[in-house]
């Protein structure tokens, strides 16, 4: 049972224009989101995270949106960059000290044209 | 700073072989972690540890073993290889930190991609 899904495999953008990946999740004890992006050969990287208690947070062209009611987070990337093409995977945390036991998402595929 | 290194980058292996992949991080992290990334499934935990001598399972443990006798090391060790467990696999870790480690993400090394003919 996939408790954290992203439903959009792929994603094609144009340079200058807004990205938005999306996620969804099932498990309502889950309080904390993250995002992490991944180039091909390397690991994933941190980009941005969101506590349960927000319903947005923003670094720099990245914001995260977050609507608990709906079980559902979504990630802004404005204005995408080439550099931006990469695998997107949205993962969660339960509270307390299951820090790093992430449930991650399937991942989205993010290509930004020039 | 080296960060999580993994090794080997590569392996091909043949079903019924053992093989240890091997993690270690520079960082003084006191959690660690293996994950597997299959397509469509995204990445899921096989086994993580909090500290020195101390270790659980994840999501899929079947068919791994781990142990952490050092603070930097925590190899996973496949007992007896199978085409299932074709996947590339990427070691973690992250400081347990305050308030339950949320401002602690984790840190990934680039990954060991594991083929079982």
């Known amino acids: 049972d996939q408790q954290v899904k992203q439903n959009s495999p792929s994603l094609s953008v144009q340079e200058g224009r807004i990205s938005i990946l999306n996620c969804d999740y099932t498990?309502?004890?889950?309080?904390?989101f993250l995002w992490y992006k991944k180039y091909p050969a390397e690991g994933p990287t941190f980009l941005i995270s969101?506590?349960?208690?927000?319903d947005k947070n923003e670094d720099g062209r990245f914001t995260v949106f977050l609507n608990k009611s709906a079980k559902h987070l979504s990630l802004h990337i404005v204005p995408s960059q080439p550099g931006d093409s990469a695998v997107y995977f949205c993962?969660?945390?339960?509270?307390?000290?299951?820090?790093?036991?992430?449930?991650f998402g399937q991942g989205t595929i993010l290509t930004v044209h020039p | 700073n080296a960060g999580v290194t993994q090794t080997p980058k590569f392996q091909v292996l043949k079903t019924g072989q053992s093989m240890t992949l091997q993690c270690a991080q520079d960082?003084?992290?006191?959690?660690m972690s293996w994950y597997r990334q299959d397509p469509g499934m995204g990445l899921r935990l096989i086994h993580y540890?909090?500290?020195?001598?101390?270790?659980d399972q994840g999501e899929v443990p079947n068919g791994y073993n781990v142990s952490r006798s050092t603070t930097e090391d925590f190899p996973l060790r496949l007992l007896s290889a199978a085409p299932s467990q074709t996947s590339v696999y990427f070691c973690?870790?992250?400081?347990?930190?305050?308030?339950?480690?949320?401002?602690?993400?984790?840190?990934f090394g680039n990954g060991t991609r594991l083929t079982v003919t």
């Open positions: 973690a870790s992250t400081l347990k930190g305050t308030g339950g480690g949320y401002n602690s993400p984790l840190h």
């Open positions: 498990n309502s004890m889950f309080d904390y």
């Open positions: 969101i506590s349960s208690i927000k």
């Open positions: 993962a969660a945390l339960t509270g307390g000290t299951s820090y790093g036991k992430l449930t």
């Open positions: 960082m003084n992290h006191e959690y």
């Open positions: 540890s909090v500290g020195a001598g101390i270790t």
